[in-house]
């Protein structure tokens, strides 16, 4: 085992060291062509819909640094059996170093939003790994066979095992040095890619404090007396589910929207043009797709946008067209029906959130965004593009996944306070929550104890029914363990369903229930 420690460690470090190279490349050009985000966006791509869905059941917003983790750690045990390969054959470290750049470079093509210098990346990590793996193994007397007999001594000169220990030990110091060498370029080219994104960073975050943005014309409208604290979700605690696993950083300068396909007059657009309309300020809520019965990504802001059915309009759709596929900077895809966009509802591309510019995460400088729709059917974030197409001609992302094509909100409801298993003090307790049916709103929510009655509960004044709903129950809390649930009826009588569903193909259906115990 002590022969195979040393040559697992030089392809631990050649391969690190590809990587870190290959980073720094990409730092340098574009950060989506490095290597561990190209492989893990096409992992993305590829997986199942359950594992995306226990995926972000699971792990919520840590799972993209636990994908990039196992791709680094699938790496590490990669790189360590090919250097054992190597020491006693040298062509392997070439074979092993050209199918993590052949892997990289191919997987950074086939995104969305490639280009060809992509490739430039993971080609320069596999030459430095390749150099790098052969230097190393070439320092270590182990590596290869011994190119001749070792000299013998004369008689009567040194013990023999004793000359050799002395042909070894420089070998192995010189190992140790070019290890150490190999590991602080290594962390070296780390830094310089930290430092780099950090700056690339930092000029996103200043371009986003250029913008300042116009007072609505259309103002949202204050929220009635009565609506709880804790209305307007904080841009910090709002959910994130996406696939970019590096946020796009765009220049508002040399951002452009262009709008085409199935329209008579073609326009592109840039952030200054969209400013320059009139602009609409609303309270909507947003709800991912994935969100289990009971989960945690939902939440409402105040939108600053532009409206989209004038937009679209003013390029002359055309009378077939029935759907409108965004294209993020970043190549998702994102398709929502035509009709959903016209038919008088807020569809905006928006600018604005909570009072600020959109967060570097939510989508700045433009997202799309539809009330009533699920955001994977109606919400791209990063947007570039519109193209104005039909259902028949192209599937956008999710749908090519299996998700149902027009992804309407199904009615929720959850309880936020009891949490699940907390312990109540007896006597008057207050249940309080949450529930959706965006652009149908709710007219009711019900509270059960123990499979009892339901019981009516207060619901919170709400500014529209693109919102969620606020609501109250005031429970007798009596000592034991207790079930709650809760039901919702949405704004056109409909009942909410209790039949259990998972997420996909257009999300979870089912009542939430928590079980607390009162003291």
Known sequence: MRNLLAPAVAGLLAATAGVAGAEFVAALTRPQAGPLVAVGGTIIDAAP??????????????????????????LAVFAAVVGILARRRPVVAVIGAGAF???GAATALTRPAARPLDVLP???GAVIAALLLRRLLSTHPGATPHPGPIPQPPPGGPDPERATNRLIRPSRRGFIRTASTVAAGTALAGGGTFALRRAQLRDA????????????????????????????????????????????????????LRIHGMVGNPVELSFADLLDRDLIERDITLSCVSNEVGGPYVGTARWLGVPLAPLLRSTGINSRADQVVARSSEGMTIGTPLETVLDGRDAMLAVGMNGEALPLDHGFPVRMLTPGLFGYAGACKWVAELELSTFDAFDAYWVQRGWARRGPVK????????????????????????????HRGVSAVEVQVDGGQWRPATLLPVPSTDTWTQ????????????????????????????RRATPFPDGATGWHTVAVTVI
């Not at 129950?473 to 369903?497: C, F, I, M």
């Open 49 to 74: 819909t359950p594992v995306k869905e226990f995926a972000v059941r699971t792990f919520g917003t840590y799972d993209k640094p636990l994908l990039l983790a196992g791709i680094g750690l699938a």
């Open 101 to 103: 750049g052949m892997i």
């Open 122 to 124: 993971s080609l320069a």
């Open 205 to 256: 975050a200043r371009s986003r404090e250029t913008v300042r943005l116009p007072a609505a014309g259309d103002p949202a409208k204050p929220l009635p007396p009565g609506a709880a604290a804790g209305f307007h979700t904080r841009n910090a605690d709002f959910y994130r589910v996406d696939t970019a696993l590096t946020v796009p950083r765009i220049d508002v300068d040399g951002w452009r």
């Open 411 to 438: 009615t929720a409801s959850r309880i936020d306070r009891p949490a699940p298993f907390a312990r109540v003090p007896a006597g008057r307790a207050a249940v309080a929550g949450v529930a959706w049916a965006q």
């Open 471 to 498: 609501w109250r129950y005031d429970w007798a809390a009596t000592s034991g363990g207790h079930t709650l649930r809760v039901r919702a009826t949405d704004g056109n009588g409909d009942l909410q369903t209790d």
